[in-house]
Structures are given as C-alpha cells and as structure tokens.
C-alpha cells in the first residue's frame, strides 16, 4: 500500500513503502525524514530522482520551520511572540514580516468565528497549564484578570506593527503555527521543484501534487473508539488538522477541562469533541479546527459549510446511562473527500 498515514488527535503514524516508478534515467523514490520542531516531530515525505536534491529540499524546508519556530514559540523566552510580552499598551510594536501576516489571519478567523478562535487566549493558556500542573481549577480573579488582558479587540496590526491596548498581553500561536509551518515547508519543497510531498507537523500534515499514477494521498483518521472503523481521505494540495482533548487535558473534580479555552468565559472547553477539517491549506485547517471545537457542533458544522473548500468531521463522546456513546457529524463535502475519489 502507498502512502497511507495514520492520524490520531494529535498522534500520526506514517508507514508505506518506497515507490520505485518507471522510466526516466533514475526511478523516482520517496524519501523520509524527521525532525522534531515546535514541541513535535515534523515529518516530511518526498518523491525525487536523487537523494541528493530530496536532502538539499528537506533540509531548506526544516530550516524554515526552525526559522517560524524562533518567531511563534511560547516556550522559548527569546522568541519574538515571547518579547512582545514586554511590550507597553498603546504603542506600536514592529513586528517581522511572518508574525504580521499570521496576526492578520488569526484576526480575520477571529472575526469570521465570532471569537470562538483568538490568539490573544495566551494569558488564559497560562492559568489553565498551571491548573494541570496543580489540579486545581484557576481562581477566579485571576481567570478574570485574565480576561481582561486577553481578546482580539485589543490588538490593531498596521503594516509591520502591533499595537496592543492593553498591558501584559500574550500571544498564543498554539491553534494554527504548525498549520501554517506545514504550509510553509510544502512552499519550500515545490521552490526546490519537488512537489509531490507530505509534511507532518504532529497530526497536522499538508500534503501537495500526488504520487504518480494515485488520485491523491491516503490519510487515515483514526477514531476515538478502538472498533469503529477508521476514516480515510484521498487528498492532494490539500490539508487536515485535528483538535481534541483525547491526550491534553486536565480533570479535576471528575470533570475533564480540555487545554483549549473559550475566549469568552475563559473556560477549559468540556465538550467530549475530536474535531478534524481538511482545508485547502494547513494554516486553515488547523486554525478552524481549533475554533469549531469551541462553536460546538452546530454552530461548527455551519461555519465550515460556509467557508469554500472547507470541510469538518466532528467526533462527540456523550456519557448515557450505558456509558460513553461516540456520535459523528460531518459537513455537507466531508464524505467525497475519501470513497468518492479512491485510488489504490
Ligand atoms: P490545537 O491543538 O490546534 O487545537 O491548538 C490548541 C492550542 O491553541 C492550545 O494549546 C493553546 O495554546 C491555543 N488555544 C487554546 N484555545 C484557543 C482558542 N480559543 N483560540 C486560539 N488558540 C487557542
Ligand atoms: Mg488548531
């Protein structure tokens, strides 16, 4: 079998074989490499004539994701995310060129979502990984002092600067830079002329041109339950991100508090949801899945309808009298991204 790749929340398990197609002076061979960036393995696939050029391809596409790491890490104190937090309430900030632009997208989500996805949770974040750390629910004034420092409102992108009306805010690119790495590093692969790769950045994975002969690249979404059966999807200049609290959460009291929050109540979400969308890109589909697992399945599901080329399938655990029961929605287009377009 080529090419099928394993997504689980936010676990990916790639296997396959090496394709050796026929003709031209050297076949073609697909090439795997790894690294960890941005808290996760990355992992890229591509098909090239020569080691040589996968190598030089794959190294240039890493570098940029080391490149976006240095910009959009909440963990590293010397990132550019991380020294805005110094930054004063109304004065403009200059900012690079690749924080400017991914300010700018996670704004118009923002808007487009009615709040439901903000990078400027960062202060929110913070309390809820001190409440894992503690298990303990964060207080309220300080979930309060935290709202108050957070929201997208209060940040104004002009050219290549920020300005923020508030003091002690912070930014979280947690929801959608490792979309948008995946997208970058795809970008680098087909400047270096090989576009028939996938990259994975830790379950967000952007593939590009298909392998010869084959419709599109097997992914296999795997579910919450081990017996139902997996979903898979065939896709090509496309991508999927998943969102979930199936490995990162937090329970106190019997209640399990996922480390995604609700900008607006400031709240762990506690909706038993696994959310995955494909999207034309991985910057897409990682910011609308992060921001359908706080709209809830409804208001998700219409969201995604009305965004073109957009597609989610959504994955709910509800407790009942005989236990868990796992329910799935999907959008209008979700089931012709797999059976409609097979090709083994
Ligand atoms: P993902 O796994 O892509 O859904 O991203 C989750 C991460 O995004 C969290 O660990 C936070 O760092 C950040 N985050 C949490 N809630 C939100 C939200 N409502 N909007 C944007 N980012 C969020
Ligand atoms: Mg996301």
């Known amino acids: 079998m080529l090419g099928t790749v394993l997504i689980s929340g936010l676990l990916l398990v790639s296997s396959q074989t090496q394709q050796q197609a026929t ?5 073609v061979q697909r090439f795997r490499f790894a690294e960890v960036h941005m808290g996760v393995p990355f992992r890229i696939s591509v098909y090239a004539r020569q080691e040589q050029a996968a190598n030089k391809a794959a190294r240039a596409a ?4 080391a490149e976006l790491d240095r910009v959009f890490s909440d963990y590293d104190s010397k990132s550019e995310i991380s020294l805005l937090r110094a930054a004063k309430a109304g004065q403009p900030v200059p ?3 690749d924080l400017a632009h991914l300010l700018r997208q996670s704004v118009s989500y923002s808007r487009a979502t009615d709040g439901a996805f903000d990078v400027t949770v960062g202060p929110l974040v913070r309390l809820w990984r001190r409440a894992r750390r ?8 300080l979930l309060a002092a935290a709202l108050a420092r957070s929201g997208f409102d209060k940040l104004q992108v002009q050219d290549r600067h920020v ?3 508030a003091a002690g805010m912070r930014l979280d690119f947690g929801a959608i830079a490792k979309g948008y790495a995946c997208d970058e590093a795809i970008r680098v692969l087909k400047e270096h002329k090989l576009p028939v790769a996938l990259v994975d950045g830790g379950g967000d994975i952007a593939v590009g041109d298909p392998p010869a002969g084959k419709a599109g690249w097997r992914i296999e979404i795997e579910p919450a339950q081990a017996e139902a059966p997996a979903t ?3 896709l090509r200049n496309q991508a999927v991100a998943t969102s979930g609290d199936r490995y990162r959460f937090v329970e106190i009291d019997g209640k399990r508090y996922s480390h995604i929050v609700n900008p607006k109540t400031g709240m762990g979400l ?6 995955t969308v494909v999207a034309r890109d991985a910057m897409t589909a990682d910011a609308c899945a992060s921001a ?12 995604v309808n009305s965004r073109e080329g957009v597609e989610v399938l959504i994955t709910e655990l509800t407790e009942t009298a005989d236990g868990p029961v796992e329910k799935t929605a999907a959008s209008c287009g979700f089931r012709d991204l797999g059976a409609g377009r097979q090709a083994r």
Request: aromatic content about 6%.
């Open 62 to 65: 890493f570098e940029r994701i």
């Open 292 to 303: 359908v697992s706080v709209m809830g399945r409804q208001a998700g599901i219409r969201f």
């Open 232 to 234: 898979t999807l065939l």
């Open 134 to 141: 503690r298990q303990e629910l964060p207080e309220p004034e």
């Open 23 to 27: 003709g031209g002076a050297q076949s």
């Open 95 to 97: 900012i690079s060129a």
């Open 163 to 165: 300005t923020f009306s």
């Open 270 to 275: 506690t909706s038993r949801m696994t959310v």
